[in-house]
């Protein structure tokens, strides 16, 4: 019996119940110009013209080495969601073994028990770090996972029929828009709260005394600024008035600040966010993970897989998935989420990593992260032309304003192979020139220093030039 | 065979509902949590809500599955059974008394009159065996 299940018949019978002449008419819509197989008078080859001949594997392997050494040596002192830790050899040494090595989420309890476990382990260790009750064992990415907190408190706020939800412009761009794309075809409608100019976070005493009907308020913490938001504060107002509160979060944070179940009266109600700072490396965008908690009331809305303990006909302890029946394979389409197999592997390593590094070690690096970001904006700062733009605390990153074009500046620095910050002109024009610039425990006092040494040299050639005359120093 | 209380009316979807007067009392037969198994949990309609005949009101989920519940009149939500939310099980052990999902004041009493008598609930459950 043959793979391909389509006879020659099967597809004519199918074109003409569909009423169409050929599969490739099916393609008619896609541009000819962004065609990759179709040869010069348009009809379609089995090559791809963008795509060269074959190479040796020794010439492949030369070209890609070429290629990772254009990015291997560079000093990087960007963050904007994806973030430099040191990560022990030992948590991917440990993962990629054979019993771990799978992104799949295992549902052979009988035969899974070592990774069910691990992933029991990763629920505990996220849900004790965010202070709520449960965790699922992961979902694709912190913007996909925020997208879920929303989908997820419509479900779950039963008071609130309007289907609104307050979003701070302080959330990362990215996961603003993930967000609006997955929920605005189902009449959910993201409302932007804008941020104090001065601080860089939500003024408390600007929010609406009489908000109307929302189901959630989403809180970054920190924000994309780095700015700490005034948690206490934002829960209770959303409490107040019917909301339930998403913390959309970075999770190494939580090691060192207030952990979303503590905020305010009675603690956030979904906790999200990116896992990416728990030992995954950065790697040209991806892999990542998102995570995602809440109290005990919402479990049966939440979306993902979980893992439950259980004890089998001896009793003894054993693990399964549990909950199923809000998923997809059971609940059909009133599933809570279609998120079968998660970032597995990439949980896998994270939880190694937790464990390795442990509470206290995840508290250090947190602790050393924001030491190093306030010594390099201290730094930074004395330079003529880089300013802080916001008062207020922050965790490990910093907006600094530039008397120069952020691409100026930030393509000199790339030349010495110093990746300087975020540029933040495409997403929030209204701060000028400025860049969001992150120095986690990687970045020793000397990275700092070249930096900065750097970046005055910039200034220096920069300034000259915009002055005709140059007054005599000596 | 399972019980089919001669004094309820019935729907296809395996719901009950015991009228009196203007108000309806609605759960599902004991043929329908025998399909079901153990019931580990049951989201309840909001009082107040207006439901239509035929429509989502309810979900009982058990070990293996998630129903959803139909509402077989037209009317307002007056009562939800609070003592499910802890109990789910009571369902099982008693689908006709103590688990009742929720009270309702009817919109269209001739509604009724499309449900099944228990002589024919009987014959439809007994075929899915």
């Not at chain 2, 052990?93 to 009159?113: C, H, Q, R, V």
Request: aromatic share 6%; charged share 20%; hydrophobic share 40%.
């Amino acid at each position: 019996m043959p793979f391909i299940p389509h006879t020659d018949d099967d597809i004519q019978a199918m074109l003409k119940a569909i009423n169409v002449d050929s599969i490739e008419a099916l393609f008619d819509e896609i541009p000819k110009n962004l065609r990759q197989d179709l040869a010069a008078d348009g009809s379609p080859t089995t090559s791809l013209k963008s795509v060269p001949a074959g190479l040796p594997e020794f010439e492949v392997a030369r070209i890609l080495h070429e290629r990772a050494n254009q990015d291997g040596a560079s000093s990087c002192f960007i963050g904007a969601g994806a973030y430099e830790h040191h990560i022990p050899a030992a948590v991917w040494e440990i993962t990629t073994r054979g019993e771990f090595y799978s992104a799949y989420t295992p549902y052979q309890a009988e035969a899974s028990q070592g990774t069910l476990q691990l992933l029991y382990e990763f629920q505990t260790m996220m849900a004790s770090l965010t202070g709520m009750d449960v965790s699922n064992g992961s979902l694709y990415d912190g913007a996909s996972s925020l997208a879920e907190a929303v989908l997820m408190a419509v479900r779950a706020n039963r008071k609130s029929k309007a289907k609104r939800i307050l979003m701070p412009n302080t959330v990362h761009p990215h996961y603003r828009e993930t967000a609006h794309n997955i929920v605005h075809n189902q009449n959910i409608t993201l409302e932007t709260l804008e941020y104090d100019a001065s601080t860089g976070v939500i003024d408390v005493n600007s929010l609406p005394e009489e908000p109307g009907d929302i189901a959630a308020l989403v809180i970054p913490y920190p924000n994309f600024f780095g700015g700490l938001e005034d948690v206490d504060v934002l829960t209770d107002w959303a409490h107040e008035h019917g909301a339930l509160v998403i913390a959309v979060v970075n999770p190494l944070a939580l090691a060192l600040l207030k952990s979303p179940g503590q905020w305010g009266k009675d603690g956030a109600d979904i906790v999200c966010g990116e896992g990416q700072s728990l030992g995954v490396p950065l790697s040209s965008g991806g892999p990542n993970y998102g995570i995602m908690c809440c109290k005990q009331a919402y479990v049966r809305q939440m979306p993902g897989r979980v893992v439950g303990q259980t004890v089998d006909l001896d009793g003894k302890v054993g693990y399964s998935l549990t909950l199923q029946a809000r998923e997809q394979h059971i609940r059909r389409s009133k599933a809570t989420s279609n998120i079968c197999t998660n970032q597995g592997l990439v949980v896998t390593a994270s939880t190694i990593h937790m464990a390795i590094v442990g509470a206290e070690g995840l508290k250090r690096v947190a602790a050393q992260s924001h030491a190093n970001t306030q010594a390099l904006a201290e730094r930074l700062c004395q330079i003529d032309g880089v300013q802080k733009c916001f008062a207020g605390p922050n965790f490990h990153e910093i907006v600094l304003q530039l008397e120069l074009p952020t691409e100026t500046v930030l393509r000199s620095l790339a030349a010495s192979n110093i990746l300087g910050g975020y540029a933040l002109n495409k997403y929030y024009p209204e701060l000028g020139e400025a860049i969001l610039v992150c120095a986690t425990e990687t970045k020793s006092d000397a990275d700092i220093e070249a930096y900065a040494t750097k970046l005055e040299r910039v200034f220096a050639l920069q300034g000259a030039s915009r002055c005709p005359v140059q007054p005599k120093m000596r | 065979m399972s019980e089919v209380p001669e004094n309820l009316k019935y729907a296809k979807s395996h719901e009950w509902v015991l009228i009196d007067g203007d108000t309806a009392t609605v759960g599902i037969t004991e043929h329908a949590q025998d399909l079901l198994g153990d019931l580990v949990f049951i989201e309840l309609p909001d009082v107040g809500t207006t439901l239509e005949a035929g429509t989502e009101c309810a979900v009982v989920e058990s070990v293996k599955a998630a129903s959803d519940v139909f509402c077989p009149m037209s009317g307002e939500v007056t009562e939800v059974n609070e003592d499910l939310v802890d109990a789910p099980e009571t369902v099982n052990s008693s689908p006709y008394d103590g688990g009742w999902l929720f009270k309702m004041t009817i919109s269209n009493a001739a509604e009724a009159n499309d449900l099944f008598d228990p002589e024919t609930y009987s014959g439809l459950a007994a075929d899915d065996h």
